[in-house]
């Protein structure tokens, strides 16, 4: 006959489990957390992947239909995925020559994310962390209209970008981390000498890290946009796929497009997640942003870098002097998902453990049903228990 067991040992239990459980939450609910101090200094596979075409091509990628929905000078591979201004989601299929395949995968990439994290998230007033961090991998990046090249090595175009960004930045209440540090020559290994760069400024403990380019395709009116009344180059985002952060830096990238929609529809062209590390790997909230095209006129790019710059402290929790905001909700999808999946492994522990003690679905049926009545009233210290083992009032 199998011994019933003790109300001590299943109070015992059940505090275990519950440990186990908050332990198991405090794992998985947040990205770990990695001093700048440990960041590796070189990886073996960076810039293998984080290449672009240098021969004046570029590259187009189509849906199953035949339609443009993208143009790069950035090597496209199969597996790329893509969210499209209209929020589609793409996965690259195949790549032939100069063009890739994609297959659509949802029709609409933002449909989990809740709006209302753009409109309320992380609000943390004058005690939230206000530091946003800029850098250029392609410092010589620039604008022919009006730089008069493409390429200004150490002292590019992009500069004038960067600093209309970080100005908009200011104005919203941000401080500015700025790193002008060059890195050319413009080949693989710039994002290996721009890591350094990374990971001097990550030591200042920034909120988000953005490393700002522009594209290299060459036709001008495929950034040009008019987005309220203004003439601007539309923002590309980039999540690197191959780093610990992909999701988190994913998450981050779709609650930037989320308020842009908002805030400025038209003004995001779209999320590109591409092969490589891009060296997203050194925060949660990293971003490449690619601000128009060389054959764009510079002050459309600095336009819509200020646009872009008017958002994101939101999304961060950084309110401006003039309009300090309540703190709320900081959570990403992914923390919601994680706090989803502690419930469930709740659950079933608590199931496979009435069922173990128990030895049958009716034993823990009416251990549950018992458990929620005399056992909690014994271990609560029931006035009512104690009157019918002793025959005395508890009063008395």
Partial sequence: ???RPTNRWITLGIVALLAGIIILGYQTSKPAEQAAAEFELDLPDLGVWEQERDDGGYYTIVDEEGNILDKTIRQVH???????????HYRVERVEGDKAYAKLLTENALAGLDLIIAQQVAAQGKESNNKIAMYHTHTDESYVPTDGTESIPGNGGIYKVGESMGE????????VLYDKTPHEPHDADAYRRSRRTAIELMKKTPAAIIDVHRDGVPDPDFYYANVAGMDVTKVRLVVGRQNQNMQAN???AKQIKAQLDKYYPGLVHGIFMAKGNYNQDLSPRSILVEVGTHTNERQLAEQG???FADALPDILGISTPE?????????????RRSLWWIV??????AAA???LSTGSFAGAMRKLKQFSSDEWANFLGSPHRKKRKTGQDPEE
Wanted: proline share 8%; hydrophobic share 40%.
């Fill in 1 to 3: 006959m199998m011994q």
């Fill in 78 to 88: 199969p597996e790329d995925e893509f969210i499209a201004a209209n929020n589609r």
């Fill in 168 to 175: 908009k930045f200011r104005e919203k209440g941000v401080e």
């Fill in 250 to 252: 994913l998450d981050f």
């Fill in 305 to 307: 870098a200020m646009l």
């Fill in 323 to 335: 309009t300090p905001r309540a703190p709320t909700d900081t959570s990403t999808p992914g923390d």
């Fill in 344 to 349: 469930t492994i709740a659950v079933l522990g």
């Fill in 353 to 355: 453990f009435l069922l």
